[in-house]
């Protein structure tokens, strides 16, 4: 939910949800030092199913620059953090930060030591995007094969997306037996971002036969809450975005639109309603053939023989090689003219646009007669 020392406002906001929230576990962050643990106690105690996340970096290159502290120093505090946490609040999960560039000897040794002192949970992060999906999927198969305890925690993982495999990095921890990932929706997060929720949910749900994992997620609220988050954030949602992007299930291709129009599952892997859309969109553009043309001309209402079909196709690809995309207005236009023969009574000959802060922007259309 935050991270409570951070700041009065983190503090208030993590207060807020532990005291709003039911049916799921507020977190709040706190490094292993006695302050940082009391005051995420203090914002979370009156939560119904509090946890506290304590964090400690173990790589090489933290504990030489930043902790300048050695691999015993490292553990002793991360156990003290975990006994700390563990004395106040009996959820307790523990990071140790950049784990994906730790020694793996030394990380199954703080992974053993912390799961003794009372951690529940063992998050795996890779803090700065920098493993691979086969490395992932090494270090959680280590961890299960070496750590004597580890059937007492459940593993975890937290991914960047740095490099762009923070997905894919968390799908191959469950693969090896992750039972927790953590994720933002939208993917977003420091620097790159982080794992995207809903491609998460939606890869485990679609590829069940692979990954024999699901979550308890409402699927069909995604794209909803994709939208309320990206209104909230201003941090807007690309059009190709996976699962909540507005093009995701939209087809233009006319091979694509041909094989939708008689059976979804040609091109579609999942159900736009499974995931809070209304329907799929053929788009109409210029890949787009002459099925869903006249898919789209009868659902306007206009019935076309063959070879006015053919008539108004002909024009259509004309149209289209100069708009990206064609909207209804455009194939109504292109459908009347089959059955108005109306002589051209202006030719246009071109625009000016005109427009200056703090006025209306204005066009001039020039018509010949």
Not at 134 to 156: C, G, T, Y
Request: hydrophobic share 40%.
């Amino acid at each position: 939910a935050g991270f409570p020392i951070a700041s009065p406002g983190d503090f208030e906001s993590v207060r807020d949800i532990a005291g709003a929230i039911s049916g799921a576990t507020v977190c709040g962050l706190a490094r292993c030092n006695d302050a940082d643990i009391d005051r995420a106690w203090e914002a979370l105690r009156h939560a119904r199913q509090p946890r506290i996340h304590v964090f400690l970096a173990t790589s090489s290159i933290h504990r030489e620059f930043k902790l300048r502290m050695n691999e015993d120093e490292v553990l002793a505090r991360a156990v003290a953090g975990v006994t700390r946490a563990r004395g106040v609040c009996a959820d307790v999960e523990f990071s140790p930060e950049d784990a994906a560039r730790t020694e793996i000897d030394f990380l199954c040794r703080v992974v053993e030591a912390v799961i003794a002192a009372g951690a529940s949970t063992v998050n795996i992060p890779d803090t700065v995007g920098y493993a691979t999906p086969e490395q992932m999927h090494h270090v959680i198969k280590s961890l299960r094969d070496r750590v004597p305890n580890i059937d007492k925690a459940v593993i975890s993982v937290h991914c960047h997306d740095d490099l762009g495999l923070a997905v894919a990095n968390s799908l191959a921890a469950v693969e090896a037996g992750a039972g927790q990932v953590e994720c933002t929706i939208n993917g977003i997060g420091e620097r790159a971002g982080n794992c995207s929720l809903e491609e998460v949910v939606m890869a485990l749900r679609t590829r069940g036969d692979h990954y024999h994992a699901d979550t308890r997620i409402v699927t069909q609220r995604l794209v909803p809450t994709s939208r309320l988050v990206a209104n909230i954030t201003g941090i807007r949602v690309p059009r190709n975005k996976a699962i909540v992007g507005r093009n995701a299930f939209a087809h233009e291709a006319g091979i694509h639109q041909d094989g939708m129009l008689k059976e979804r599952r040609t091109y579609e892997i999942m159900r736009p309603e499974d995931v809070g859309l209304e329907r799929t969109d053929l788009v109409l553009g210029k890949h787009s053939g002459r099925a869903a043309l006249a898919d789209r001309a009868k659902a306007l209402g206009y019935q076309l023989s063959p070879e006015q079909l053919q008539t108004v196709f002909e024009r259509f690809k004309v149209l289209a090689d100069r708009k990206k995309e064609i909207y209804d207005g455009d194939i109504a236009a292109l459908c009347e003219q089959q059955f108005a023969a109306l002589p051209e009574q202006f030719t246009f000959e071109g625009y000016t646009l005109s427009s200056e802060s703090g006025s209306p922007p204005t066009v001039t259309l020039r018509v010949l007669q």
